[in-house]
C-alpha cells in the first residue's frame, strides 16, 4: 500500500513539465527549452502591441494586454522557481516526510483528507484555467465568423516575421500557438495549485498537532516538549513558504488586478455591443479564472493566520500547573508567537488575507471606472 501524500499528482506532473521539480532528469534542456519558446511568443506579442497601438482602438489595446500579461507572469515565476530550486526541494521533502512521520498519530485520518482535498482542488483549478483557453479559442474564432468580412486573425496577436494569412501556415501558426497557450495556463494554474496544496499540508499537521496534544494527558512533560519543538518546525516551514511564494504573490496580484480590470472593462462595453457574445464568453471565463488565482493566494494568507490562531488556543488549554516551572514557561513565547500569526506577504511588505482580495476586487472596480469614462 502506497504511503499516504499530501502532494497531489497532478502539481508534481505540473512541476515536471515546467522543468522545476528538483532533480528532474534533463531539466537543464528542458528550461532552455521554456526560456526560448516563452522569450520568442513575448517579443512578437509586445512587438505587435508596440506597432499596433496608434491605429487600434481602446477596446484592441487592453484586449492585447490582457492576453499578454499571463504569459509575462508565467514567465516570473518559472524564474523564480528556478532560483529557488533549493527551497522548493526542501518544502516538498519536508511535506513527504511529515506525512509519514505523523501517520501514527492521525487517528481522525486528518492527512487522508487533507490528501483527497490537495487532489480535488487542485485539479479544478487546473481544470478551470485550461477551460478558459478553449472558451477563448471558440471566443475568437466564433467572433471571425460573425464578422466574415475582416480578414482572418491568429490566436494571439504576434507580430511575426512571415506571412500567416494563407493556408496551411495559417492553420500550422494556430495550432503552435494554442499549444503555447495551453502549456502557460496549465503552468500558471500549477504554482497556484502548489500553494494551495502546501498551505492545506501546513494547516493539517496544525490540526494533527492540536488533535495530539488534547487527546493525551498534560501532566506528561515529553508531550508538552513535543508541542514546542513541533511549534517550532511549522514555524520554520511557514518561512520556507514566505520565502518561496513572497514575490510570486507580488507579481500574481499586481498583474491580476491589471488582468481583471481589463477584463471587468471589456465585458461592460461587450454587454452593450450586437453580436458580441462570443467575445464575452472568452472573456467571462478568463475573468473568472483570473479571479479565483488572485482569491487562492489571499486565502491562503487568511488560512494560515486562522491555524496559528488555533495553536495559540491549544497552548492556553495546556494544564501548565501540572509541569515544572521551567517548563511551563516554555509555552510563553508559543502563545506570543502563535498570536503573531504566520506571516505571508505580498513582496515582505503586506500581509496577504481575504481584505487583500476585496481591496484588489475594489480597485479593479475604480481602474474600470477611469476606463469606461476615457471611452
Same mark, same amino acid.
Given at each position: 500500500?502506497?504511503?499516504?501524500?499530501?502532494?497531489s499528482?497532478?502539481?508534481?506532473?505540473?512541476?515536471?513539465?515546467?522543468?522545476?521539480?528538483?532533480?528532474?532528469?534533463?531539466?537543464?534542456?528542458?528550461?532552455?527549452i521554456?526560456?526560448?519558446?516563452?522569450?520568442?511568443?513575448?517579443?512578437?506579442?509586445?512587438?505587435?502591441i508596440?506597432r499596433?497601438?496608434?491605429?487600434?482602438?481602446?477596446?484592441?489595446?487592453i484586449d492585447?494586454?490582457?492576453?499578454?500579461?499571463?504569459?509575462?507572469?508565467?514567465?516570473?515565476?518559472?524564474?523564480?522557481?528556478?532560483?529557488?530550486?533549493?527551497?522548493?526541494?526542501?518544502?516538498?521533502?519536508t511535506?513527504?516526510?511529515?506525512?509519514?512521520?505523523?501517520?501514527?498519530?492521525?487517528?481522525?485520518?486528518?492527512?487522508?483528507?487533507?490528501?483527497?482535498?490537495?487532489?480535488r482542488?487542485?485539479?479544478?483549478?487546473?481544470?478551470?484555467?485550461?477551460?478558459?483557453?478553449?472558451?477563448?479559442?471558440?471566443?475568437?474564432?466564433?467572433?471571425?465568423?460573425?464578422?466574415?468580412?475582416?480578414?482572418?486573425?491568429?490566436?494571439?496577436k504576434?507580430?511575426?516575421?512571415?506571412?500567416?494569412?494563407?493556408?496551411?501556415?495559417?492553420?500550422?501558426?494556430?495550432?503552435?500557438?494554442?499549444?503555447?497557450?495551453?502549456?502557460?495556463?496549465?503552468?500558471?494554474?500549477?504554482f497556484?495549485?502548489?500553494?494551495?496544496?502546501?498551505?492545506?499540508?501546513?494547516g493539517c499537521?496544525?490540526?494533527?498537532?492540536?488533535?495530539?496534544s488534547?487527546? #493525551?494527558?498534560?501532566?506528561?512533560?515529553k508531550? $508538552?516538549?513535543?508541542? %514546542?519543538? +513541533?511549534? =517550532?518546525?511549522?514555524?520554520? &516551514?511557514?518561512?520556507?513558504?514566505?520565502?518561496?511564494?513572497?514575490?510570486?504573490?507580488?507579481?500574481?496580484?499586481?498583474?491580476?488586478?491589471?488582468?481583471?480590470?481589463?477584463?471587468?472593462?471589456?465585458?461592460v462595453?461587450?454587454?452593450?455591443?450586437?453580436?458580441?457574445?462570443?467575445?464575452?464568453?472568452?472573456?467571462?471565463?478568463?475573468?473568472?479564472?483570473?479571479?479565483?488565482?488572485?482569491f487562492?493566494?489571499?486565502?491562503?494568507?487568511?488560512?494560515?493566520?486562522?491555524?496559528?490562531?488555533?495553536?495559540?488556543?491549544?497552548?492556553?488549554?495546556?494544564?501548565?500547573?501540572? #509541569?515544572?516551572?521551567?517548563k511551563?514557561?516554555? $509555552?510563553?513565547?508559543? %502563545?506570543? +508567537?502563535? =498570536?503573531?500569526g504566520?506571516? &505571508?506577504?505580498l513582496?515582505?511588505?503586506?500581509?496577504?488575507?481575504?481584505?487583500?482580495?476585496?481591496?484588489?476586487?475594489?480597485?479593479?472596480?475604480?481602474?474600470?471606472?477611469?476606463?469606461l469614462?476615457?471611452?
Amino acid at each position: 500500500m502506497a504511503a499516504i501524500n499530501t502532494i497531489s499528482r497532478s502539481v508534481k506532473y505540473g512541476l515536471h513539465y515546467a522543468a522545476s521539480w528538483p532533480g528532474a532528469p534533463l531539466s537543464v534542456l528542458y528550461k532552455l527549452i521554456w526560456m526560448i519558446v516563452l522569450g520568442v511568443g513575448q517579443t512578437h506579442q509586445y512587438n505587435y502591441i508596440i506597432r499596433h497601438y496608434k491605429v487600434h482602438t481602446l477596446i484592441e489595446i487592453i484586449d492585447n494586454i490582457s492576453i499578454c500579461l499571463p504569459f509575462s507572469l508565467v514567465c516570473i515565476k518559472l524564474v523564480i522557481a528556478w532560483t529557488h530550486e533549493g527551497l522548493l526541494r526542501s518544502i516538498l521533502s519536508t511535506m513527504e516526510e511529515e506525512c509519514q512521520t505523523y501517520a501514527v498519530m492521525d487517528t481522525n485520518n486528518l492527512i487522508s483528507k487533507t490528501a483527497h482535498w490537495c487532489y480535488r482542488l487542485t485539479n479544478i483549478i487546473i481544470s478551470t484555467t485550461m477551460a478558459s483557453t478553449v472558451f477563448y479559442v471558440i471566443g475568437v474564432f466564433t467572433s471571425e465568423g460573425v464578422n466574415a468580412t475582416t480578414p482572418r486573425e491568429l490566436l494571439l496577436k504576434m507580430d511575426l516575421p512571415f506571412d500567416t494569412s494563407k493556408s496551411p501556415t495559417f492553420e500550422l501558426v494556430v495550432i503552435v500557438q494554442y499549444f503555447y497557450q495551453a502549456s502557460s495556463a496549465f503552468i500558471f494554474a500549477v504554482f497556484t495549485g502548489l500553494l494551495l496544496m502546501i498551505v492545506l499540508h501546513i494547516g493539517c499537521q496544525i490540526d494533527v498537532m492540536c488533535q495530539t496534544s488534547s487527546e #493525551t494527558p498534560y501532566k506528561n512533560e515529553k508531550q $508538552l516538549k513535543f508541542f %514546542i519543538s +513541533r511549534h =517550532q518546525e511549522i514555524i520554520l &516551514f511557514a518561512e520556507k513558504i514566505e520565502k518561496f511564494f513572497t514575490y510570486i504573490a507580488l507579481s500574481q496580484l499586481i498583474t491580476n488586478t491589471l488582468i481583471i480590470c481589463c477584463l471587468g472593462y471589456l465585458i461592460v462595453l461587450i454587454i452593450h455591443i450586437e453580436n458580441g457574445f462570443p467575445m464575452f464568453m472568452k472573456c467571462v471565463v478568463f475573468y473568472i479564472s483570473v479571479c479565483s488565482e488572485a482569491f487562492v493566494y489571499c486565502f491562503a494568507g487568511e488560512y494560515l493566520n486562522i491555524k496559528s490562531k488555533l495553536i495559540a488556543d491549544t497552548a492556553y488549554e495546556f494544564l501548565w500547573y501540572d #509541569t515544572h516551572p521551567s517548563k511551563s514557561r516554555l $509555552l510563553i513565547p508559543v %502563545i506570543l +508567537r502563535s =498570536q503573531r500569526g504566520f506571516s &505571508f506577504t505580498l513582496g515582505k511588505f503586506a500581509n496577504l488575507s481575504m481584505s487583500t482580495f476585496a481591496a484588489i476586487m475594489k480597485a479593479s472596480g475604480s481602474y474600470i471606472s477611469v476606463l469606461l469614462a476615457m471611452t
